[in-house]
């Protein structure tokens, strides 16, 4: 495993017990912008680097356009962390998110919302 991998792991397993902090203080119920403020509160108080709304471009015809998608968080600058408050997740929600996290506080048991997932990567 390289350092990387093992570094975005690490951050992975922090961003969960964190989410998991976050949701046991919460519970499921609330809107995205809550949950997402709180977890990006949560991660810096931990001491990591978070981004909020960063525009993430799409790559068309090898060609890199600014339109106007966004990550909700991007931890220490290299793990996307998407946060949903839907029943369930969807095939079109995972297909948003490059690599990094999918963490639904929607669920009774979060645990069962978490994702991680990795789709096909620009160049």
């Given amino acids: 495993m390289t350092d990387s991998t093992t570094r975005l792991n690490d951050l992975s397993h922090q ?4 989410a998991i902090e976050v949701h046991k203080a919460l519970g499921p119920g609330l809107l995205e912008s809550a ?3 709180c977890l990006a509160y949560e991660l810096r108080e931990q001491g990591l680097a978070v981004e909020a709304q960063v525009a993430l471009p799409v790559v068309y015809r090898d060609v ?3 339109c ?11 793990l ?3 946060v949903k408050a839907v029943s369930e997740i969807a095939s079109v929600h ?5 690599l990094g996290l999918l963490i639904n506080f929607h669920s009774e048991l979060l645990t069962r919302g978490v994702r991680r997932v990795v789709n096909h990567l620009p160049e």
């Fill in 94 to 98: 995972k297909a948003q998110l490059p």
């Fill in 80 to 82: 996307i962390v998407e």
């Fill in 64 to 66: 890199r356009l600014d």
């Fill in 35 to 37: 949950y997402e403020a």
């Fill in 15 to 18: 961003v969960i017990g964190a």
């Fill in 68 to 78: 106007g998608y966004r990550v909700d968080l991007l931890v220490e600058g290299s």
